[in-house]
């Protein structure tokens, strides 16, 4: 080794200013970088980490300290600097209460440059570790911290059943994890193994920079757009720049960007990530598009330059957490779908329920809307009482459509009672009518003939004029009497009550006979006829009212078949009990007020009130609606309806949403 050589070798560094000098000079220190340096300190870096070496005696100096102590702390990404203080032994005490306020190392002086490599080394080295273990604590934390998010996110979007919400809550999602200032979703429609037969459906957009007014619109799937060519290769199709796609060897799509909407609104769409949703029986059934990946603190899009500055592409982790998320998406929007076609199922079920209804009694057409709407009204009007006995009452949007489905189907048992007796207008029916007014029609031609035979023996006999006479006023009266007979019977076959008297004169009507064709012997009215025509009131008889009562049993009977579920599987009781009474008088099972359901008393007021006030039918007039409260406030009073939930039909006018304000 030369003497010059040797000499510099053993030249010890006494001060942190030569220190600095050294590492700048000596050709062992060329990988080593000063990036600082003053009288007191010098800053040494290797890559991203380094050390701020300080004058020992700089401790017992706050101001100066001060920018040593920030520097180390976050001078270098994830404070990656170390500080050590440099010098001789005595300089170091008292300094352990430093150790409270900061990390850092001492290096004693003088020292030797080789002594000096190895050390500014080992610190280096050291520094690049806890640089390297930050770094992976930091991306360990990010994993932790994205897994909570897309477990979240998971778990908000599988519980959303509104399409158009959770169409709107995955791109809201998908927006948040990559960062994208804008996108939109396209669902795939229409049936067939190749997609390119198919439409997507432009169906939410979102954008923080901008509001925008969308439509909704549909456009082929095929190559010629971004979106269609992400359903037919099932592949993320990321474009760093779609400013750039007219640049050589960066567009390796084939596509053009159309910039018209850039140019009309200001907003320039650069970075874009296109993914397909692919449900679990591995079909896409939609797209969702982000635009514009915004730089941290990046603030709303709008000039053009914001556009250079702050937007960035989609990098590789937005791949995976948007791949991701749309493997959640697409399951999540299967289920949605299935989930709505059931409901439709549902829906077209009870909707066919009805018709089925409506078709068996016509005359009773709407009423089953009209109590379900009223019933729905009223248990919106509860839901918002603040005191009394039902504030604690709430529905959520499943209970209301549950109110409204056992509203619709409170009737269906309806099929299981015979037609003749559901539409009975009369006591008697038709057919029983005419054959009244057939006999009637025999028997007057009867009395004709008789009248007729007893006038010819007369004349025959040589009584004279005065005896034909005679026997023409007595057929006279007996035909005037049977007309009268038959007009006590038609007016006895109305459903209303009878006037004073007509049960005798029904009886004693019927104690009449005739002989008929077959010189039998046979009463003006049958036993049944008499049963039916002395009904003090309706039109039904105590075996046909029992029939017709049974209609509830059979609901709740038909309803109780069908696996409504956990969400309508109150839908049988609710509708199985609506002509239940408070005071146990009504039918089928005679329950009490607290056996009844809320739901279910809601729906025996909207019942009573539609069947007073409904059209005229063949059995009744149409109630007016004052007329109507009164009857529903007697049964009130009588204990056989709830008078708080009466009062709150009264107060908020409900029945208004089916008929007009008195």
């Not at 870096?45 to 701020?52: F, I, K, S, T």
């Not at 910039?259 to 970075?271: E, K, P």
């Not at 008697?428 to 006038?455: G, H, P």
Request: proline letters at 4%; glycine letters at 8%.
């Amino acid at each position: 080794m030369p003497e010059s050589a040797a000499v510099v070798e053993s030249e010890d560094i006494r001060t942190v200013e030569e220190l600095g000098r050294v590492v700048e000079r000596d050709p062992r220190f060329a990988g080593f970088q000063v990036t600082a340096r003053g009288a007191d300190f010098v800053e040494v870096r290797v890559g991203d980490g380094g050390v701020v070496v300080v004058e020992a005696s700089v401790w017992r100096d706050e101001a100066k300290l001060e920018p040593h102590l920030v520097r180390s702390s976050g001078g270098g990404a994830g404070g990656s600097t170390m500080l050590i203080l440099a010098g001789a032994d005595g300089d170091f005490d008292g300094i352990e209460p430093l150790r409270d306020r900061a990390d850092f190392a001492v290096m004693t002086l003088p020292l030797g440059r080789a002594r000096l490599y190895v050390t500014l080394k080992n610190y280096l080295d050291l520094v690049a570790l806890r640089s390297r273990a930050t770094e992976r604590g930091r991306w360990a934390e990010r994993y932790r911290y994205e897994l909570g998010e897309l477990i979240a996110i998971a778990r908000a979007i599988s519980s959303e059943r509104d399409i158009g919400k959770l169409l709107g809550l995955i791109l809201e999602k998908s927006r948040y994890v990559t960062g994208a200032d804008a996108g939109s979703v396209y669902i795939v429609e229409g049936e067939g193994l190749d997609p390119r037969g198919r439409t997507l459906r432009f169906m939410v957009s979102q954008n923080d920079s901008l509001s925008i007014d969308f439509r909704e619109f549909t456009l082929p799937v095929d190559e010629k757009s971004i979106v269609g060519r992400a359903v037919i290769s099932r592949q993320i199709i990321n474009i760093p720049d779609l400013y750039q796609l007219g640049t050589e060897g960066k567009n390796p799509w084939g596509f053009t960007h159309d910039r018209s909407f850039d140019q009309r609104t200001g907003y320039q769409g650069r970075s874009m990530l296109t993914v397909p949703m692919i449900n679990q029986r591995d079909e896409v059934i939609g797209v969702i598009q982000l635009i514009n990946r915004r730089r941290e603190g990046a603030p709303k899009l709008i000039k053009p330059e914001d556009f250079d500055l702050w937007v960035m592409p989609f990098d590789k982790r937005a791949e995976e957490l948007s791949l991701t998320l749309a493997s959640q998406a697409g399951i999540s929007l299967e289920n949605t779908l299935l989930y709505a076609d059931i409901q439709r199922l549902f829906e077209g079920f009870v909707n066919a329920s009805v018709t089925a209804i409506e078709q068996r009694d016509p005359t009773t057409s709407g009423h089953s809307q009209r109590v379900a709407t009223l019933t729905c009204g009223l248990a919106e009007m509860v839901d918002r009482e603040a005191n009394g006995p039902y504030a604690h009452v709430h529905f959520t949007d499943d209970d209301l459509k549950q109110i409204e489905y056992a509203g619709l189907l409170h009737d269906f048992g309806k099929v299981g009672v015979r037609e003749k007796v559901l539409v009975k207008a009369k006591k008697l029916y038709e057919y029983d009518r005419d054959l009244v007014l057939a006999r009637f029609d025999f028997i007057r031609k009867t009395l004709e003939s008789e009248s007729l035979a007893r006038k010819v023996a007369a004349l025959e006999s040589g009584r004279g004029a005065a005896a034909v006479a005679e026997v023409e006023e007595d057929g006279f009266r007996r035909l005037a009497e049977l007309d009268e007979f038959l007009k006590i019977i038609l007016q006895a076959n109305e459903p209303s009550v009878l006037a004073e008297g007509s049960f005798e004169r029904i009886a004693d009507i019927a104690s009449r006979t005739y002989i008929d064709a077959r010189g039998l012997v046979q009463p003006y009215l049958t036993a049944s006829e008499v049963a039916a025509l002395r009904l003090p009131r309706g039109s039904l008889t105590a075996e046909e009212r029992l029939e017709i009562e049974s209609h509830v049993v059979h609901t709740f009977n038909f309803l109780e078949t069908i696996p409504w579920g956990r969400r309508f599987g109150k839908i049988p009781s609710i509708a199985g009990g609506h002509h239940e009474k408070l005071d146990g008088t009504g039918y089928p099972r005679g329950l009490k007020a607290p056996e009844i359901r809320v739901e279910t008393r809601m729906m025996t007021i909207a019942d009573i009130f539609d069947a007073l006030t409904a059209s005229d039918r063949p059995y009744k007039k149409a109630v007016p609606v004052d007329k109507a409260l009164g009857i529903i406030e007697y049964e009130v009073k009588s204990g056989k309806c709830d008078p708080e939930l009466f009062r709150i039909f009264v107060e908020a006018k409900v029945w208004t949403r089916v008929l007009p304000s008195p």
